[in-house]
Structure formats: structure tokens, C-alpha cells
């Protein structure tokens, strides 16, 4: 998603896109559960510099508590395998 919202951000300065439209186009190449839960938000993101920081973090977040659970399936499996034995 970083490498996203980096292209987007080059792309936008020649676009001439600005303001709602510019929102608009960048909501389109977000992942669908980010921006789902930026416009869930009792705050939601209104300018452009803040869509770019918002969906960043959330998407950060999101692969770390990602990268959790994975790490905890694997103790499930290897305390599974110690147990059997």
C-alpha cells in the first residue's frame, strides 16, 4: 500500500485533479477494507494529505496485526506438535 499511495501522490501533481476528485480517484486504488473502515469512522478523512496518512497507518497496523495472528498459529501448531508426541 506504501508503494501505492507513492505512485499516487507523483501521479496526482500532474494530473490536475485537486480536491474531491482527487479523493475520489485515490479511493478507487485503496484496499476495499481500509477505505470501508476510514468512511466508518466517526471522523472520516477530508483532504487529501489526510487520506494519505490515515489509510498508511491503518494499513500498517493491519499487516502487523496480521504478521500477530500468523505468529501465533505457528506457536498453536508447534504446542499442538509438542503435545501429540
Not at 485533479?17 to 479511493?27: A, F, N, P
Not at 476495499?32 to 477530508?46: A, F, G, H, N, V
Not at 498508511?56 to 502487523?64: N, Q
Request: with cysteine.
Amino acid at each position: 500500500m506504501e508503494e501505492f499511495i507513492q505512485m499516487f501522490r507523483r501521479a496526482a501533481k500532474g494530473s490536475g485533479y485537486k480536491g474531491q476528485v482527487l479523493i475520489e480517484e485515490y479511493k478507487i486504488g485503496i484496499d476495499e477494507r481500509i477505505r470501508r473502515r476510514l468512511m466508518e469512522t466517526e471522523y472520516p478523512p477530508k483532504r487529501a494529505n489526510q487520506w494519505y496518512e490515515r489509510v498508511e497507518r491503518l494499513d500498517r497496523s493491519c499487516r502487523e496485526s496480521r504478521r500477530e495472528e500468523e505468529e501465533k498459529r505457528r506457536g498453536l501448531m508447534i504446542n499442538r506438535r509438542k503435545l501429540k508426541k
